[in-house]
């Protein structure tokens, strides 16, 4: 087993880290029903959405390598307030992506904690790769960095296995809604008093999560 180095993502790497998450990402339930697949087409959409993600909000992005190679990615980003969700949802239209991709903006938006916080996502580990401790050890990174300033820290998720992995790290499931017949996860690690402050402000949204957002999702 070779070595894996945890590090920073610098500009050129760019490009392999969006390719990366895209091959990792792509049979996720939730790409599977934005994207209608998880063929190349597929998988060139998702990597083009990470390429323009980190062109535009890079936030801090760390790698793992083995050797030369990018075989995991982790984001991070410090977020405060809810941002209003930029795109118009328009008429109902499960075929139009553009439709698809709104419904599931607004249902993560909505649930964005208002205090200050460190959003963690996406995260993904090159298939051949997973199960080795990789995942993990971006995991113990990102703890390091939110815990030095005592932040909370929140995520959102689309399977439930991932539920148990970042239990481990622990984030506590907050909040569950569906998104185009999708169950997803919220999650919040709280950070200090603050944070258990949040954590117990989302006890309302847990009820409404209850109830879904699968009138937005399924129309
Ligand atoms: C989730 C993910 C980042 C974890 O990375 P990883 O390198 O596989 O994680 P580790 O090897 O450190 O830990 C795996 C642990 O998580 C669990 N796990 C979750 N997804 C797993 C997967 N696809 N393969 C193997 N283990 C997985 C295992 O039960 C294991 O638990 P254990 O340590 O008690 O055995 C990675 O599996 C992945 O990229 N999955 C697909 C993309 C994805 O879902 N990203 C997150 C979106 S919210």
């Not at 500009?11 to 029903?33: C, F, G, Q, T, Y």
Request: proline share 5%.
């Amino acid at each position: 087993m070779d070595t894996i180095a945890i590090s920073l993502m610098e500009k050129n790497d760019l490009p392999e880290a969006a390719r990366v998450l895209s091959i990792a990402m792509r049979d996720n339930p939730l790409h599977v029903a934005i994207f209608q697949g998880s063929d190349e087409k597929s998988r060139r959409e998702i990597e083009a959405m990470f390429a323009a993600l980190f062109a535009e909000l890079p936030g801090v992005t760390f790698l793992a390598k083995a050797g030369q190679a990018i075989v995991g990615v982790m984001r991070m980003k410090s977020c405060k307030g809810r941002k209003p969700p930029e795109d118009p949802i328009g008429p109902i239209d499960p075929d139009d992506i553009n439709w698809r991709k709104a419904v599931w903006h607004r249902a993560w938006a909505r649930r964005d904690p208002a205090e200050q916080h460190w959003h963690l996502g996406p995260i993904g580990v090159l298939p051949d790769r997973q199960g080795a401790g990789i995942g993990s050890a971006l995991m113990q990174r990102f703890c390091r960095e939110v815990d030095a300033c005592r932040s909370m820290a929140y995520l959102e998720t689309d399977l439930e296995k991932n539920v148990r992995f970042y239990e481990k790290f622990g984030f506590k499931v907050v909040a569950t809604s569906d998104v185009l017949h999708v169950k997803n996860s919220y999650m919040v690690r709280p950070g200090g008093t603050e944070g258990d402050k949040a954590l117990q402000g989302f006890e309302g949204l847990r009820n409404e999560g209850a109830k879904g957002s699968r009138v937005q999702g399924a129309g």
